[in-house]
């Protein structure tokens, strides 16, 4: 069971992407995620693939930005830590990077075990000099991620969208 | 599958004929270390771009190239450490299935630029096998100068994705460094692949 929230922002997300002028998502599965990732594979102008972990992310972001392409990633925050290394790569070229993550360990959160990385990873990319956007409920999330996109395209930065689980709706058990 | 070949290949010699006669339509990533020497001395060229850092990430960063460009051919250049440090990539390019894709691993079994200790490959590890059961199309094993000959027909005309395992001896040629400014070796790919005015993007 899942906390009752507003979750128009699922389909909107998708327009923010089509907006964006994003020709290539890559994603590690969430549930939060997962309109946006069905809409994605059913779009025949949007290059959508998942990948094993979020470590080939950036790699494979930068190597979309080499080749001329806007793209994004999708995760979640339970698996960022495993990105950290590679975001060397776009510190030292210049490339925008832009990640919407969904949180977990945090708001209500029921299982332990996404904790230690829900809690930390926020200062963690901050410290890695990523600039972290916050969604913290669900009115927040597509204006948040918007400007997260055109801040990681028009000012070649890596930007991080992280939305609360206030707004994905914490499970409940 | 073994990698258990008695014959071995020089890295630099091997690398030189796999890009001789190269064309404008091959785009190149190579990742640390002695992979970028091997390529830079092949031929100094805007349409080589080299991670010498973030190491793991030169072969997603040629499949991202790859599926932005499916009118070009793409190669990764990479040593069999750097690949190991990636390997997932490998599962994501069977997913994916970008027939202009070319990974090109560089096995000498040895950890070359920290001091030569065994690397996994030099055990057991068998790269070639784990693109095969990741869904590469077509899978060549080199060790001689007609294997590279056919691994250069196959990086510029498929069936792609492909990949090669280069046999190689653990000789270290010398270094000859590139540009090893990130963005300036980015924004000089870009302007020769997409133009003047993607400066301005």
């Known amino acids: 069971m899942v906390e009752a929230v507003d979750s128009s922002w699922k389909d909107q997300l998708y327009e923010t992407i089509k907006t964006l002028k994003i020709s290539q998502v890559v994603y590690v599965p969430d549930a939060g995620h997962a309109k946006l990732i069905d809409r994605c594979l059913a779009d025949p102008d949007i290059d959508c693939f998942p990948l094993v972990n979020e470590f080939e992310s950036v790699g494979v972001c930068v190597g979309a930005w080499l080749g001329g392409r806007r793209s994004c990633v999708l995760m979640q925050s339970s698996g960022i830590g495993n990105a950290i290394n590679a975001l060397g790569l776009v510190h030292s070229t210049g490339a ?78 | ?138 899978v060549r094993r080199v060790n001689d100068d007609s294997g590279i000959e056919e691994l250069r027909s196959l990086v510029m005309n498929g069936p792609g994705p492909v990949f090669g395992l280069v046999e190689i001896t653990a000789n270290m040629p010398p270094v000859q460094m590139p540009i090893r400014n990130g963005a300036i070796g980015m924004a000089r790919f870009r302007e020769a692949l997409l133009g003047p005015d993607s400066l301005k993007e």
């Not at chain 2, 060229?45 to 040629?62: D, E, H, I, K």
């Open chain 1, 96 to 173: 925008p990077f832009f990640a919407v993550a969904t949180m977990r360990g945090e708001w209500g959160e029921f299982n332990g075990w996404q904790t230690p990385m829900g809690q930390s990873i926020p200062r963690m990319l901050e410290a890695a000099n990523i600039v972290v956007n916050r969604a913290e409920t669900a009115a927040d999330v597509i204006p948040v991620t918007e400007a997260s996109g055109r801040l990681a395209f028009n000012s070649y930065l890596p930007v991080f969208t992280l939305i609360s689980q206030r707004a994905t709706g914490a499970k409940v058990f």
């Open chain 2, 1 to 138: 599958m073994t990698t258990g070949s008695q014959n071995r290949l020089e890295r630099r010699g091997a690398v030189h004929r796999l890009l001789a006669e190269r064309s404008a339509d091959l785009l190149v990533v190579a990742g640390l270390g002695s992979a970028i020497w091997d390529a830079e001395t092949a031929g100094e060229t805007p349409l080589n771009f080299y991670l010498l850092g973030a190491m793991g990430s030169a072969t997603p960063t040629a499949l991202g190239l790859a599926t932005a460009q499916p009118e070009k051919r793409v190669l990764a250049l990479v040593g069999d450490a750097e690949l190991a440090m990636g390997m997932w990539a490998l599962a994501t390019i069977g997913w994916r299935k970008p027939e202009n894709l070319s990974v090109v691993c560089l096995d000498n079994g040895r950890f070359g630029e920290t001091g030569g200790q065994v690397s996994h490959t030099g055990v057991n590890l068998d790269l070639a096998g784990v693109a095969a059961a990741s869904g590469f199309q077509t």
